[in-house]
């Protein structure tokens, strides 16, 4: 493999203890290296030289990395399993939905959840999803294992001689949905992205927007007016109450900061906008409305859909 014109070593680990005796030797003598899952963010990156690596450690051998189970409470997903291994998973319709709008098949085919957090797109459709779901990142290092929550290990990052493992969310408690606006939704990557969770067990209703920042968000004023405007005990809400919903939303992705840079695909303002629609549309497919917003019929729950 070339790395900026350079040729890197390759090492293909068998398990995870293997991959991260070989993380820790490389951080001990200071060598450059690039963990390679499904290469479909690292292998064009080394290839332009915009990364460079001596050593690039492949962990598609790892078969630890490609498992998924669930637990009583709780779903774990190993960082090698794929957006196709995703796509259907009836435990998590949301998650499922997340993976079957990702790039193209031959992304969906190779792309790992790993992978999607070590690149950690603006837009990034899983990223989103994981946000709005509490997701906490599983890693191991030669101190141990370690568990941390998702917007911490975005916020830190990766130690040098550590390795991502798995991802574990909470099983769903309700209705999950979510939505994006791309060139061609599953064709391009996400401009704006929208996730939201109902836990009618909790009382609960999350939202993250992702394309408003520089990271997914968490709709925090949002999730406060849902928590106390949702009759739980039918899972309903009022179609005004939707409607304010993707106003809080509109406002709390324009306080986001640093925001994103004005692009080709959409000025800030336009991304603002979106975001709003797109958690208005979200939240009344989560709920049933006791009546439609204008111009829109009212929706049962829902796992997922095109905006």
Same mark, same amino acid.
């Given at each position: 493999?070339?790395?900026?014109?350079?040729?890197?070593?390759?090492?293909?680990?068998?398990?995870?203890?293997?991959?991260?005796?070989?993380?820790?030797?490389?951080?001990?003598?200071?060598?450059?290296?690039?963990?390679?899952?499904?290469?479909?963010?690292?292998?064009?990156?080394?290839?332009?030289?915009?990364?460079?690596?001596?050593?690039?450690?492949?962990?598609?051998?790892?078969?630890?990395?490609?498992?998924?189970?669930?637990?009583?409470?709780?779903?774990?997903?190993?960082?090698?399993?794929?957006?196709?291994?995703?796509?259907?998973?009836?435990?998590?319709?949301?998650?499922?939905?997340?993976?079957?709008?990702?790039?193209?098949?031959?992304?969906?085919?190779?792309?790992?959840?790993?992978?999607?957090?070590?690149? $950690? =797109?603006?837009? &990034? %459709? /899983?990223?989103?999803?994981?946000? #709005?779901?509490?997701?906490?990142? *599983?890693?191991?290092? @030669? !101190?141990?294992?370690?568990?941390?929550?998702?917007?911490?290990?975005?916020?830190?990052?990766?130690?040098?001689?550590?390795?991502?493992?798995?991802?574990?969310?909470?099983?769903?408690?309700?209705?999950?949905?979510?939505?994006?606006?791309?060139?061609?939704?599953?064709?391009?990557?996400?401009?704006?992205?929208?996730?939201?969770?109902?836990?009618?067990?909790?009382?609960?209703?999350?939202?993250?927007?992702?394309?408003?920042?520089?990271?997914?968000?968490?709709?925090?004023?949002?999730?406060?007016?849902?928590?106390?405007?949702?009759?739980?005990?039918?899972?309903?809400?009022?179609?005004?109450? $939707? =409607?304010?919903? &993707? %106003? /809080?939303?509109?406002?709390?992705? #324009?306080?986001?900061?640093?925001? *994103?840079?004005?692009? @080709? !695909?959409?000025?800030?303002?336009?991304?603002?906008?979106?975001?709003?629609?797109?958690?208005?549309?979200?939240?009344?497919?989560?709920?049933?409305?006791?009546?439609?917003?204008?111009?829109?019929?009212?929706?049962?729950?829902?796992?997922?859909?095109?905006?």
């Amino acid at each position: 493999m070339m790395a900026g014109g350079k040729s890197s070593a390759m090492f293909r680990p068998r398990t995870v203890g293997e991959a991260v005796e070989m993380l820790a030797a490389a951080h001990e003598s200071g060598t450059a290296v690039a963990l390679l899952g499904g290469g479909t963010d690292l292998v064009p990156a080394l290839r332009s030289g915009e990364r460079s690596a001596e050593t690039v450690v492949a962990l598609r051998r790892v078969l630890e990395l490609r498992v998924r189970g669930a637990g009583a409470d709780s779903l774990t997903i190993g960082a090698g399993v794929t957006y196709t291994d995703l796509d259907g998973w009836s435990l998590s319709p949301g998650l499922a939905r997340a993976a079957r709008v990702v790039g193209s098949v031959q992304i969906r085919n190779t792309g790992t959840v790993g992978g999607a957090l070590g690149s $950690a =797109r603006p837009g &990034g %459709d /899983l990223l989103t999803f994981l946000t #709005a779901a509490d997701a906490e990142v *599983l890693t191991v290092s @030669p !101190r141990g294992p370690e568990r941390m929550p998702l917007p911490r290990f975005l916020a830190d990052g990766l130690a040098p001689d550590a390795l991502v493992t798995a991802v574990r969310l909470a099983r769903p408690g309700g209705p999950q949905v979510y939505l994006k606006i791309g060139g061609r939704q599953a064709a391009y990557p996400a401009v704006v992205s929208c996730a939201v969770l109902v836990d009618r067990v909790r009382h609960r209703l999350t939202c993250a927007i992702g394309g408003v920042g520089l990271l997914p968000v968490r709709m925090g004023e949002a999730e406060r007016y849902a928590r106390d405007e949702v009759d739980w005990s039918t899972g309903t809400v009022s179609s005004s109450a $939707a =409607r304010r919903f &993707g %106003d /809080l939303v509109v406002e709390a992705a #324009a306080r986001v900061s640093p925001a *994103l840079p004005a692009g @080709p !695909r959409g000025s800030a303002e336009y991304r603002w906008h979106a975001a709003g629609v797109l958690a208005g549309r979200a939240f009344a497919r989560c709920l049933h409305l006791t009546a439609p917003p204008v111009g829109e019929p009212a929706r049962g729950s829902a796992a997922g859909g095109q905006p």
